[in-house]
């Protein structure tokens, strides 16, 4: 093992000098041009709230910051107040927060295999075509430096080329958002911090300042030309670099570590997407290639003869078993052989995604310094201390007097959340009901309609209007769940943001996940499973005729409502996503030059005024981000086994979905505060329940729903291959007419006479026992209940196993840890030899000095 120690060379200190003049003339400092802009403040002069402003902005300038007020351009009555963080106080908290900085010497390691795999990989594979131009842009250059917590009493450990450059931007945000935090406002212990002053009125906003202007006319290679936004928007949030790998280090530069994990979470979950799209594909060319071969295909297109029983009450009339034809064939474009094999596919996929995300995690983690990284104690809401502000308890971890919530009223609380929670899934449950009974009257209206069309395939009109109708009511819905949740969850009184986030983001998904899928489980499940037999059909209040299946089965139907609701809702999230923001943008643009301010006097605004004038951040953060992809994540797992395309469908949505977000994030939404995490949060425990679901929901789907099991045990036991002892394709023939059984329409009493065929089980008319279920009906039940036993545990034994096999943590990046830790040690060691070295030569030539 080789190891190479080598110090940094950096011309930092030139490019900051050359960023500076183009920020200055962007209005990135105060008025003397030196003093860099790291937060804005925006309050109204006619705000009443002036004393507790001015009382928060006099404690602001005795813990270091420094201060400028400037009246907006466009609006007499804003006022912006500009805060810049000087050296002296960005160093004693940046010690306070254990803030970790590089080294002064730059170290890594190699070993042979190491250096020759990379060399291979370096000649053989193309470049990275989104790996940045660091000669072009050295201040992008990753330092490799080691870091640790800084230590103003060890800065001579670190490298410190330039002061103004030496913590980012997001840091020094960071740090000053950590004060106005913690700043108080009033006499009292709970009288501080910036949200409750944005919560009364006092300031109307506050934020970091964008790095100017997302556009500039200058090529992206000049140096001193461009800023890290505009960087972001060349080589990432435009729609051309849609093919090109996320630019992560910046990402999380710019935006922070939580930022950065999400898009890191979004492109893996869209990387991993390409195998299940490619399979799943297969598995529907595989159906589409096969399908005018298919037995089953075959004999329900050359059924002339075979008439079937009518599937509504009053205006159906008897049709031939061929007219399903079309039916049949696209059924088996999503019923065929490759059905388990891709469910277990994904089953497996999902398992290795997660496990797989955890390693990814722990690499990135690595690399940005968040291993050692805790979660700073957070203050409490507002509104938990001033309704509990009667009783106390001590801190276990700061050892100071907080507000408590009593077990009992904490108990009692969450009873009246959980029964919301249940009243609003019901509500959701009366909602697929109304639809049920749609697709029950309209059938009849369908079925006598003046258009011929529509006659024929009243069943396709029938489910197309009840999606359609189910996708509106769910988008409704959807409106009534977020007020919902956020009352349940205030009634709660969560302790801190992050405790009030959680319970939001489960509450969210839970109403989402019923709301979106319910509607599909009814068809899955439900749809012709207690319609009855002819002659003794189960009616709906005794008026409606429950409704069936389609000759051909009901999978068609359930791929129809997943196919729908997929793209329907990917497309609304969509436009909402990037045309909303653009909508509020442009009528914000519209009022300014409404007021003739900006055209008469052709004035620029400063870059704090334009990041004023776009969109905040919402409220939940990034949970409407995670909650889309994960919902997503749910329709490509749970019922893949009936829809292989689900896939294909979430990669290319996902594609544009990172454009979307990204151009989002750097021209239309103002810069969040840099925040740092080391997971997805909640979110990864609802993938992983996600993906134990979809095991069991694709194990009933293929036994109750698909004709896979009625199919296996034909070819097994009652075809004409029985004796062979394997299936082929000619082992099915003869399986639609032993599927089918007979009625005789005379017991109809509707004026028909003759015998009609119905999907199911039942001895004929002139049996001893008719219309009973044959021993075929009990053979195929116990086979699909074997099934689903043996698919599941099988299954599950399989992600068990691979989860067991693939470490979280990479084996090479538990090395360099440890490594790590050494070579810190020696280095501090050496650093600290150096520095008594020079003190001891400067000491002995003074004492030299002043000897005479």
């Not at 556009?215 to 990432?236: C, D, F, V």
């Not at 791929?559 to 923001?581: A, D, R």
Request: aromatic share 14%.
């Amino acid at each position: 093992q080789n190891t190479k120690i080598a110090c940094s060379s950096s011309v930092e200190s030139l490019v900051f000098a050359s960023m500076t003049d183009a920020m200055a003339s962007s209005g990135l400092f105060f008025k003397d041009g030196k003093k860099r802009i790291d937060y804005i403040l925006v309050y109204k002069k006619s705000s009443p709230q002036v004393e507790k402003r001015s009382t928060f902005e006099k404690n602001l300038r005795a813990e270091g910051l420094m201060l400028e007020r400037e009246p907006a351009v466009t609006n007499s009555d804003i006022m912006f107040v500009k805060i810049h963080c000087p050296w002296e106080t960005l160093c004693k908290y940046a010690e306070r927060m254990n803030i970790r900085m590089p080294f002064r010497k730059k170290c890594y390691y190699t070993d042979w295999r190491s250096k020759t795999m990379g060399r291979l990989l370096k000649s053989w594979l193309p470049r990275n075509p989104m790996k940045l131009d660091k000669e072009a842009l050295p201040d992008l250059e990753e330092t490799d430096c080691y870091t640790a917590p800084f230590s103003r009493a060890r800065i001579h450990h670190f490298t410190i080329n330039n002061k103004d450059s030496f913590f980012s931007n997001s840091t020094r945000s960071r740090i000053v958002h950590h004060m106005l935090q913690r700043t108080k406002y009033e006499d009292g212990k709970s009288k501080m911090g910036i949200n409750r002053l944005l919560n009364n009125g006092t300031y109307e906003a506050a934020f970091p300042p964008h790095e100017g202007s997302h556009k500039s006319r200058h090529p992206i290679k000049t140096h001193g030309a461009q800023n890290h936004r505009h960087l972001l928007y060349e080589r990432w949030a435009r729609w051309g670099m849609w093919y090109k790998y996320q630019p992560l280090d910046l990402i999380r530069r710019y935006f922070g570590e939580k930022i950065g994990l999400y898009f890191a979470w979004l492109g893996w979950y869209t990387g991993m997407l390409i195998p299940a799209a490619l399979v799943g594909l297969f598995v529907f060319l595989y159906g589409l290639f096969t399908m005018d071969s298919s037995q089953v295909s075959k004999e329900i297109c050359e059924a002339n003869e075979t008439i079937m029983c009518p599937m509504c009450e009053r205006n159906c009339t008897l049709q031939k078993l061929n007219e399903s034809c079309i039916y049949a064939k696209v059924t088996h474009l999503f019923d065929n052989g490759g059905t388990v094999f891709f469910a277990i596919f994904m089953a497996i996929w999902a398992t290795v995604f997660l496990e797989f995300w955890k390693r990814r995690r722990a690499v990135l983690t690595y690399d940005w310094d968040l291993i050692d990284w805790e979660d700073e104690e957070e203050e409490l809401r507002p509104q938990f201390e001033a309704k509990y502000s009667q009783v106390e308890r001590v801190n276990p971890i700061t050892g100071k007097p907080e507000p408590f919530q009593p077990f009992p009223d904490k108990l009692s609380r969450l009873m009246v959340s959980v029964s919301g929670i249940f009243f609003m899934i019901s509500l959701v449950l009366t909602a697929v009901f109304a639809v049920v009974v749609y697709r029950l009257v309209a059938m009849e209206q369908f079925a006598s309609f003046k258009w011929y069309f529509i006659k024929k395939y009243w069943q396709f009109a029938t489910s197309g209007t009840g999606v359609c109708i189910n996708f509106m009511i769910i988008m409704s819905l959807n409106v009534v769940y977020e007020k919902v949740a956020y009352l349940l969850t205030d009634l709660e009184h969560p302790r801190t943001e992050s405790e009030w986030e959680n319970s939001f983001a489960l509450k969210m998904f839970l109403f989402q996940f019923v709301n979106l899928n319910s509607s599909i489980f009814y068809i899955a499940f439900f749809l012709g499973r207690f319609a009855g037999r002819p002659g003794k059909y189960n009616k709906l209040f005794n008026r409606w005729r429950l409704e069936e299946c389609h000759p051909s089965g009901c999978l068609i139907d359930l791929c129809l409502q997943m196919g729908v609701i997929m793209v329907l809702k990917q497309m609304w999230n969509n436009f909402m996503e990037l045309g909303y923001p653009l909508l509020q943008n442009w009528w914000s643009r519209r009022k300014m030059k409404r007021g003739g301010q900006l055209m008469e006097h052709k004035i620029s605004l400063p870059q704090w005024e334009k990041d004023w004038n776009l969109q905040p951040m919402n409220l939940h953060g990034l949970m409407d981000e995670y909650l889309e992809m994960v919902l997503q994540f749910g329709f490509t797992t749970i019922f893949v086994a009936a829809f292989p395309l689900a896939p294909l469908l979430a990669l290319l949505n996902n594609i544009i979905e990172i454009r979307l977000d990204a151009y989002k994030f750097v021209t239309q939404w103002r810069r969040p505060m840099p925040a740092r995490a080391t997971d997805i949060g909640i979110w990864y425990g609802i993938l992983e329940g996600i993906g134990v679901l979809a095991v069991i929901t694709n194990a009933f789907v293929i036994a109750i729903t698909s004709d896979y099991i009625p199919r296996f045990v034909y070819a097994y036991k009652y075809g004409p291959c029985t004796d062979q002892g394997y299936r082929q394709e000619k082992c099915l023939k003869g399986y639609v007419n032993s599927s089918l059984s007979v009625f005789d329409l005379s017991e109809l009493g509707m004026g028909y006479s003759g015998y009609c065929r119905y999907r199911d089980y039942r001895a004929p008319p002139w049996s001893s026992t008719p219309y009973e279920f044959t021993l075929q009906f009990w053979h195929v039940l116990a086979a699909r209940l074997a099934f689903i036993i043996v698919f599941e545990h099988l299954v599950f034994g399989i992600k068990s196993f691979i989860a067991y096999l693939i470490p979280d943590m990479p084996k090479d990046l538990c090395d360099r840890m440890r490594r790590e830790k050494y070579l810190v040690q020696e280095m501090m060691y050496e650093a600290e030899l150096e520095h008594l070295q020079r003190e001891r030569k400067k000491n002995g030539k003074q004492y030299h000095h002043e000897w005479p």
